[in-house]
């Protein structure tokens, strides 16, 4: 599964992993202002030990290489602070400070990895910000390093996006991303060894600084404080804001997410928009074109760079191929009439990729890209009428136990599977047990026994998170908790989509029979933001142009804030029926961040 070859040593990268080391943290722990522990790179110590057999070889290796932590010099002038969250942060010395690329998840992480520079660089300010693209990881900690009195460059619809996530389906993605980082699980031997592309992330205060300087185009030049940067942009490959770029001076490059030691995910398991794998290949070949020949340093938001100009063309080419292979061969396989479930099961990765280290699945994998690819072109339905009105878990499974003969027969006969070696069959059929009957304690016992198993022999990090997370949901018979909420980030949304995330919690039935509008007069901003509720929906209208308004609402950004959190109307004027806004408050569903997954 895994053999020698150009760029496949298996100690190349643990040189590279280790080359430029200048200084860890010590104690690798990270507080908050509280004493909270928000980060804890030691924790992950125990894997300098041999791998056991509760963890994959591969997934083990690779998580030895994310653990390393500390500051590492990649080139002159450029140095990275790797291992103090999921991702990397780069800092870029100029002419009087130095440029920092991606600060991290938390604003304690973000300061402790500046602190570390500056204990081995000398005291230098922060001169500029980059945000190489729209996920949490890469802003996150920017409160900690900056007030945001300096240049801050993204890609362009950074915010748009980054913002969005929160929005929209945040609370889903949070209770899956419970699963996807293992809530429960302590790290070490039997729980949480890695993600692949890091260790975990910190749990620190995500804090988020608007841009003011957007990249709008490949082949822009910006030079902030004397450091001249050329970008490219990614649009639609690992997040649909994306950006890399290219210090001429340093012949270093940045290709953000879009090249890291994994196969990364075209669906994150927490969920997200499905990424489109074959312009993720196109830009890296355009990378390629653009960068590759004159590179003597890669390096990424995540893992550890790479040297030499030969070793990043092989790198960069293996990376376009292995996006671009997903991509066709799904493809040509769903229009023989293939589904999804049947591509995944067919697939084989050319024995050139299979063999390279920064190929394997431990973040994405082969089989959920497939999927995910599928799912891009036609849909969740396979056109199988069959499939077109299906009943929901419980239903379907309360009916296929009654007809295999109740709970203890389900049992009984995936114990059979189990001993054949037929983990995934077992799960299929202990999990309509537990399903059907979710007090049933032998039933689920199996199960999270089942799902044990499963986590200990998979190479892929969030594979073994979520049948681990399982596992231990069913042992506790309790949710997991619920997810810290963005405290840092309310402030930078718009008007308009604070106003959208009003919408979307809106319980339609409770509201069918309602109806009236708001005016609410901005007097910060000089604008007017019409809610209109009617049939259960609640829509959004900026400076309406005709109607009178049953409640006109003078205020501004910051008395809106706290009347969505809770803190009442202090400060506001009201002109009409002042009770509708408590109306409108009590029509308002809260997010659950706990519900059930591996039960009903």
Known sequence: MIGNGHQRSGTDDFADADRGFLARLEPGQIKDEQGRVVWDADAYDFLEQDCPDTAHPGLWRQSRLCAKQGLYEITEGIYQVRGLDLSNMTLVEGDQGVLVIDPLISAETARAGLELYKSQRGERSVSGVIYSHCHVDHFGGVGGITTGNVPILAPKGFLEHALSESVYAGAARARRSMFYTGAYLEAGPRGRIGLGLGQAGSNGTITLIAPNRDITRTGQEEVVDGVRIVFQMTPGTEAPAEMNFYFPEHQALCVSENATHNLHNLLPLSGAPVRDARIWASYLDESLELFGRDSEVLFASHHWPMWGADRITVFLSEQRDLYSYLHDQTVRMMNQGLVGAEIAERFQMPPSLERAWHTRGYHGS????????????????????????????????????????GVEEVIRKAEGYLADGDLRFAVTLLNHAVFARPEH?????????????LGFGAENGLWRNFYLQGAAELRRKQRAPAARAWTGVSSALSVKQLFESVAIRVNGPKAWDEYFVIDWRFDDLNTTYRTVLSNGALTIRQNPRWGEPDLTVDLNKFRLLRLLVGKGMEGMEFSGDESLVGRLMGLLDEPDLSFDIVTP
């Open 366 to 405: 082969v089989e959920h890209n497939v999927k995910a690819i599928y799912q891009r072109y036609l849909g969740w339905f396979d056109g199988n009428p069959a499939h077109l009105w299906e009943h929901p878990p419980e239903e379907s499974a309360r009916r296929y136990v009654e007809c295999m003969g």
């Open 441 to 453: 304690d032998e039933a689920r016992a199996v199960l999270a026994g089942v799902y044990e198993r």
